[in-house]
């Protein structure tokens, strides 16, 4: 089947019990058993499992290609889990620009964990062979990257660190499933923001996971989901699968309307340089049209008259909202460096932007009556 019919139809079709079209959310926190003790339908308590989280994991292991999913309350969640499982005296790669939220994680954190970090430029050749070491147990993925949409050849950094007996973790939120395949490509485990472009109407926080295989890493990230209790609730699991639904259309059309307006700001004189993996100009352009379908919704761009010039820039914005977060059907707009406050690596003059569902022209017209001075 092909993504597009799976994202409407995985995990759910009609409840046999009430014939309803659309899934139900059950909030029941905990989980009936039979005269011998033996759980009714399988759950037994809400920290370990509920069926309408077990819907929203079905249907993203088979949107992802994945074996199975776990589901998290965020992003941040769901990604230091699998930080959480590994054993002391781990070390970890990561992208020297990977969301800057693992980035103050492995400052502040790694280290209680007794586990160390090492921040690369992964999107060049070279720079993870440099990095890895005997005791790498993770080598930590991002493509297209936040904030400057660095495009990593996933394939080719998976076989590195999979020849150097290291996990491969993919942050594929800013392509979603519908434009790249991390599993395909090697990854043993996807991570998703779903408070983004999953859920996809800025309503909604989430984090999932997918794993190419059952096995021991899925168990071991159950259990410090279940012990440290980091659990979707039933709602929130609901409306992420109902933003999985559109999620295709969504992507596609955002995708297309993000590729017009990064040649727009290409072109204008008050913009020194834009970050899309989709222009030809992107050092990243041939990998990114060979592992991805589309070049997604976020566009991060250099405002030639520097900081101050972009800050006032973001300020005459009245069309996109000037907030952070991605992946809604609003187009929003921030000064990155701002948005990530004191651990920012963000360049000062880097506007980021990510495109929602309005038409191209509003939007490129927003953009250049902002960027006038
Ligand atoms: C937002 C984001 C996260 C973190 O997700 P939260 O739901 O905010 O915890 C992780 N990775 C990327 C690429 C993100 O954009």
Redesign the pocket.
């Known amino acids: 089947m092909r993504i597009e019919t799976l994202a409407v139809h995985a995990a759910y079709s009609v409840d046999p019990a009430t014939g309803a079209v659309a899934p139900p959310i059950h909030l029941s926190t905990t989980f009936g058993r039979d005269e011998a003790g033996v759980p009714l339908a399988g759950h037994t308590y809400i920290r370990e499992s509920s069926p309408t989280q077990d819907l929203l994991e079905e249907a993203l292991a088979r949107l992802e290609g994945g074996e199975a999913a776990l589901v998290f ?7 230091l889990a699998v930080v959480q499982a590994l054993p002391p005296g781990s070390h970890v790669v990561l992208p020297d620009d ?2 800057y ?2 980035r103050v994680a492995a400052r502040d954190f790694f280290p209680k964990w007794g586990l160390e970090a090492t921040f690369a430029p992964l999107d060049r050749p070279g720079a993870l062979e440099a990095a890895l070491r005997a005791e790498t147990r993770l080598v930590w993925l ?1 493509s297209p ?2 904030p400057l949409l660095k495009v990593t050849d996933l394939a080719r950094a998976a076989s590195v660190a999979r020849a150097a007996g290291a996990l491969v973790l993919v ?4 392509a979603t499933p519908i434009l790249q395949r991390p599993i395909e490509l090697g990854a043993d485990v996807v ?6 472009g999953m859920g996809g109407h800025s309503d909604v ?3 999932a996971l997918v794993f190419a295989a059952r096995g021991e890493l899925l168990e071991k990230v159950r259990h410090v989901r279940t012990v440290l209790g980091a659990v979707a609730s039933p709602f929130n699991s609901w409306l992420v699968l109902r933003g999985l639904r559109t999620l295709a259309v969504r992507a596609r059309v955002q995708s297309e309307t993000a590729l017009t307006v990064a040649k727009a700001l290409e072109a204008h004189p008050g913009v020194s340089k834009v970050n899309y993996p989709g222009l030809g100009s992107h050092p990243g352009y041939d990998v990114a049209r060979r592992q991805m379908s589309a070049f997604g919704s976020m566009i991060s761009f250099h405002v030639a008259a520097g900081r101050e010039a972009a800050i006032a820039a973001v300020g005459r914005a009245r069309l996109f909202t000037r907030a952070t ?3 809604g059907v609003e187009s929003l707009i921030e000064h990155r460096a701002t948005s990530e406050g004191e651990a920012s690596t963000a360049p000062p003059d880097l506007v980021r932007l990510s495109i929602g569902l309005e038409h191209p022209d509003d939007l490129v017209a927003d953009l250049d009556a902002a960027l006038r001075t």
């Open positions: 309350g965020s992003g941040m969640a769901a990604g990977a969301y939220g693992y991002e990257s936040n942050d594929g939120t800013f991570l998703h923001a779903t408070t983004k926080a989430g984090g977060s991605l992946g």
